[in-house]
């Protein structure tokens, strides 16, 4: 049998390892946490498309169509076997699923579509097929497509169930021997040859500066232009943040008092471009806390998208420059404030244990990698908290509550600020339709879990949304305010930074 929930985080799996149980409080995919219970005690009656995710009638058609892939084009093209021998999914993984369907009310495109190929069970059950010498075709490819690599199946599933490498695997599969249909192709490839790459970020970033201040989106939506581009562009374009100037996070902050850590931070790409103030809130507070704190200014993209989307060699490329870059610093810890980005990068070990050269180096790296709230809780916060009246709706990103089992730190750093009311979101396990490059490529079922996640934060009745991933928080204000809502948006790092820092709440509600 594959060993089971190892690999993360330098994690054995092994809960009497100092390291499992040094993250106190953190949530691991072997635990019997409430939300694994929550996710049992509602599959119950589960197993049959009947019994879930009905009665979201609008959102069902119109997912109805996309499952189906309505409106898109098919090549006909495929591959027959479907997988080649290049890390297929794994079958010792695969044959670890006992189709229970506890997993179910938790995966997002069962709930809204309540088909079974469009669930963790029947993507698994694809899988098999695949490995059965089926082909890979157009339909097998949509169902693989459709998720959004929440990873609520694994937090969910009863058996351990590690859908994330079948997944990644399945997805690596794909992108090399499948071919998409042309327009398909081009849109990811303009994703990718943009995104991972802050300085032609900041390129794009000019003109759409100019955009926004002369209200051009406005006045062209006003006029029904917007409407006649395709969904993929309008999504693009509705997700498009307020963008100010940029703040450059200085190489080296020195710490407050006596040196605690010494630690690197990643910036991130979209990080860095688009929430630059998140960058500087993360420095601050490092600093506060008695950190000396790195930020190399050679670092590049994490892979963290690349990984998601299956572009392997693209991914690897990205995780070994990024380990050259910190390795050079002699640091105790890597520091990362974005939720996709500490996933993948606590992954480093496994996706590059196949290179000699960076194998061992790769699980050194992740086993120094944290996310910035679970760093903050493992040392011990010293810096002094000023009151910040304010009520917040904290929202799990998936990349740090499933993929990570990070729940309680952030929670915990915020309640340690005085006149914070924390309220918890209404389906919390269910992702944002954000999913990295999800919301961009798979606009319809995005805007319906967008739109489902920002009915349930508005119930909360709080000022302002918490939220730890830059994709999170443009998917929810893009929501939002398609409903004609507006809510202000804040790292937990932002708000724990203004209490540090004894600022009015009304800044932070700007
Ligand atoms: S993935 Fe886990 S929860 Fe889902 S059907 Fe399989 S064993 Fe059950
Ligand atoms: S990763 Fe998310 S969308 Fe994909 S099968 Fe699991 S729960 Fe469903």
Redesign the pocket.
């Known amino acids: 049998m594959t060993e089971r929930n190892g690999g993360r985080n330098g994690e054995s799996g092994n809960p009497n390892d100092d390291r499992y149980n040094a993250l106190d409080g953190t949530e691991r995919r072997r635990d019997e946490g409430t939300f694994r219970e929550d996710a049992m005690s509602g599959a119950i009656g589960a197993g049959s498309p009947e019994d879930v995710g009905q009665g979201v009638g609008e959102a069902s058609q119109l997912a109805e169509e996309a499952t189906v892939g309505a409106g898109r084009r098919e090549t006909g093209r495929g591959s027959f076997p479907a997988f080649d021998s290049h890390h297929p999914p794994d079958k010792d993984l695969i044959d670890d699923c006992v189709h229970c369907g506890f997993?179910l009310p938790?995966?997002?495109?069962?709930v809204l579509f309540g088909e079974e190929m469009?669930?963790?069970r029947g993507?698994i059950y694809l899988m098999n097929k695949g490995l059965d010498e089926e082909p890979m075709n157009d339909q097998t490819v949509r169902h693989y497509d459709?998720?959004?690599?929440?990873?609520?199946?694994?937090t969910?599933c009863p058996s351990g169930v590690q859908?994330?490498k079948l997944?990644e695997a399945t997805r690596g599969q794909v992108e090399r021997r499948y071919e998409r249909a042309p327009e398909d192709k081009a849109f990811r490839e303009m994703i990718f040859q943009l995104f991972p790459y802050p300085k032609r970020l900041r390129l794009a970033a000019a003109p759409l500066k100019l955009y926004q201040r002369f209200g051009i989106g406005e006045k062209l939506r006003k006029a029904g232009v917007l409407d006649k581009l395709p969904a993929r562009l309008r999504a693009m374009e509705a997700l498009m943040p307020k963008l100010s100037k940029e703040e450059r996070t200085p190489e080296l902050t020195e710490p407050i008092g006596q040196r605690r850590r010494r630690v690197g931070v990643l910036t991130g790409c979209v990080q860095r471009t688009f929430f630059s103030q998140v960058n500087s809130a993360t420095v601050r507070v490092l600093a506060a806390e008695g950190c000396e704190v790195v930020a190399p200014k050679e670092q590049g993209c994490c892979g963290a998208l690349s990984t998601h989307a299956g572009r392997e060699e693209e991914s690897l490329a990205f995780a070994r420059k990024t380990i050259e870059t910190f390795e050079r610093h002699g640091l105790d810890n890597v520091v990362v404030n974005a939720a996709g980005c500490g996933s993948t990068m606590k992954e480093y070990g496994h996706l590059l244990r196949d290179d000699p050269e960076y194998a061992e180096r790769a699980k050194e790296f992740s086993s120094k990698v944290r996310d910035v709230s679970e760093f903050l809780q493992e040392i011990g916060t010293v810096a002094e908290r000023h009151e910040l009246s304010v009520t917040a709706a904290y929202h799990d990103a998936?990349h740090l509550a499933h993929a990570q089992g990070i729940r309680k730190q952030p929670r915990k750093t915020l309640k340690e600020i005085p006149g914070m009311d924390i309220r918890e979101i209404k389906e919390a396990e269910i992702?944002c339709g954000s999913a990295g490059i999800y919301n961009m490529v798979e606009p319809e079922p995005a805007a319906e879990l967008g739109k489902r996640k920002a009915e349930n934060i508005l119930k909360t009745g709080a000022e302002v949304v918490v939220t730890s991933n830059p994709g999170c928080m443009l998917q929810v204000q893009a929501s939002l305010k398609k409903m004609g809502r507006e809510m202000p948006m804040a790292h937990p790092i932002e708000v724990l930074d203004a209490s540090i820092r004894g600022e009015p709440v009304e800044r932070l509600l700007k």
């Open positions: 997993c938790t995966c997002p495109t069962y469009d669930s963790p993507r459709l998720c959004l690599g929440c990873m609520a199946c694994v969910s859908y994330d997944i998936c992702c």
